[in-house]
């Protein structure tokens, strides 16, 4: 797996998150394997919901198998929008994404896991995919970690700590994230004037204000009215995952 997560390469019809546009770049990614690494790969989140990446990587490795990970979509458009107010240094306000038709339909798209998932089992044989639930995976990590080894033809190494990684968060304060992610032009072209007489390459200052200016906090609620009709948004597409995996999810609904 390379230091680079999430390069987006394959999802040509996603510039905003793809990371990688040229080939040799890409491959350059993997450039320390070797012969010893029974398996290389990469984490891309948009590639299943990408009209282009499954139909690129089909083409580009035939043979690949795919992991996909898969949760309730009623809390995955919460953590979702969570992720994309935190991206932005604004507060999460989910309620006012729900009812603004724009925003609730990219949240709608974007937790369509029946529909998704079709496009996968049309492309790839049954042995060139793997689903994991996050129910599982918070239920058994060791069990599907080991699911996962066998999938890819790896050996256990034994691993048993399973420890959260990547945990709800915000700003401590969203406007001094704000201005971290978008400094204004002229003091922005100061600080790089400043770092070039110093001979300085980096600092690192506005990764140490990005990382005290972040608190982890437990995701809360939503009421029990908006949770219904974010549970009907969804209901065709878990009954639709549901079927095509051959589990029950009524759970979800």
């Known amino acids: 797996m390379p230091a680079e997560k999430e390069p987006h390469y394959f999802a040509t019809d996603m ?17 320390e394997a070797t012969s010893a690494h029974k ?28 992991m996909v990970f898969f949760r309730n979509p009623v809390d995955f458009v919460q953590s979702l929008h969570a992720q994309f107010a935190y991206n932005s240094g604004r507060a999460p306000d989910f309620l006012a994404a729900w009812e603004n038709p724009k925003s609730r339909d ?3 798209r974007a937790g369509a896991f029946g529909t998704q998932f ?14 994991i639930l996050q129910d599982d995976l918070k239920e058994a990590p060791r069990r599907e970690y080991l699911r996962a080894l066998e999938f890819l033809g790896l050996e ?21 994230a704000r201005f971290a ?9 100061a600080w790089r004037q400043a770092k070039r ?4 390459r980096q600092l690192g200052l506005m990764e140490r204000i990005h990382k005290l200016n972040t608190k982890p906090v437990r995701r809360p609620g939503i009421p029990e009215q908006l949770r219904l009709e974010v549970h ?22």
């Not at 079709?118 to 689903?131: D, G, I, S, T």
């Not at 992610?181 to 072209?189: F, L, M, Y």
């Open 15 to 31: 510039p905003v998150y793809r990371r990688m546009v040229e080939e040799e770049k890409y491959l350059a990614l993997f450039s």
């Open 39 to 66: 398996a290389i790969g990469e984490a891309s989140v948009w590639y299943l919901y990408s009209d282009d990446a499954l139909g690129k990587i089909r083409n580009f490795q035939p043979d690949a198998r795919i």
């Open 106 to 108: 990219r949240l709608i």
């Open 118 to 131: 079709k496009k996968l089992r049309n492309l790839f044989a049954p042995e060139q995919r793997l689903v």
């Open 156 to 176: 256990d190494d034994g691993r048993t700590d399973f420890s959260t990684f990547n945990a709800n968060k915000v700003h401590r304060s969203p406007g001094l």
């Open 181 to 189: 992610k978008r400094t204004p032009a002229p003091i922005d072209r």
């Open 197 to 200: 007489l110093l001979g300085i």
């Open 232 to 253: 009907a948004a969804f209901a065709d597409e878990i009954r639709s995952l549901g079927s095509q995996i051959q589990r029950d999810l009524s759970h979800w609904r």
